[in-house]
């Protein structure tokens, strides 16, 4: 099963622009965290944001979480070519049994044109 | 380089095979996930272990599906009587316990069934 649904689907840009990428979730976090997948190979880890925080930056990422909207968004400045790639957001949910696990949205795949 | 492994990379076998997958995770972490992902999906959550104990497994996972994490080392995941329908990559991710440890994928293992 998937929790996350992203928005766009899919990200056209030229290389400079920004770029953003939308998350909405539906049941209570501990965290969510961005990931990001090049064609054909594993999954990177980005960034994580906390269900108390609201905003994180690292490099040219930005993240901001809205736990009362259960949405984010992930801002990366200045594209370059290389970060052409699928961005996958995940919540880090809280099992009632106590087990835990990361659950992935559909992912938005962005294209950067140099 | 010492992050996660995955064997083989890919697995072409006809259905009604078995197929087993092997997981190398990184040595200090004592969570393995296996995750699978289908073409234009994000990562669907299969199962978990903490050293050598398995704490969830998806009930998307048919009775043909089994994984195995002996002395909370390297993992396996097996899939008996494949069907066309198990045709995806197969990843898996290691992390320490705790839910702000981000996973650490490998690069998969892609499954065709013909």
């Known amino acids: 099963s998937q929790q996350g649904e992203e928005d766009p689907q899919a990200l056209s840009i030229q290389e400079g622009e920004n770029a953003t990428m939308n998350c909405s979730y539906k049941?209570?976090?501990?965290?969510l965290q961005w990931y990001r997948q090049n064609s054909g190979r594993g999954l990177v880890h980005l960034i994580l944001i906390r269900s108390n925080e609201r905003e994180k930056h690292s490099g040219r990422l930005r993240v901001t979480l809205d736990t009362s909207k259960k949405s984010s968004s992930l801002l990366i400045t200045a594209s370059r070519a290389a970060d052409t790639a699928s961005y996958f957001c995940a919540t880090y949910q809280l099992h009632r049994e106590g087990t835990d696990k990361l659950i992935f949205g559909t992912g938005t795949r962005l294209q950067v044109f140099p | 380089d010492t992050g996660v492994s995955q064997d083989p990379r890919h697995k072409i076998t006809k259905r009604g095979q078995n197929v087993t997958f092997r997981c190398d995770p990184i040595s200090e972490h004592n969570r393995l996930y296996w995750y699978r992902q289908t073409l234009g999906q994000g990562p669907e959550f299969l199962t978990y272990f903490q050293n050598e104990a398995q704490l969830e497994k998806s009930r998307l996972l048919s009775d043909r599906f089994s994984a195995e994490r002996p002395k909370g080392s390297f993992s396996t995941l097996e899939i008996q009587r494949t069907e066309q329908g198990d045709s995806a990559m197969y990843l898996c991710?290691?992390?320490?316990?705790?839910?702000?440890?981000?996973?650490?994928f490998g690069n998969g293992t892609r499954l065709t069934v013909t």
């Open positions: 049941t209570s976090i501990n965290n």
């Open positions: 991710a290691s992390s320490l316990k705790g839910a702000n440890s981000p996973l650490h």
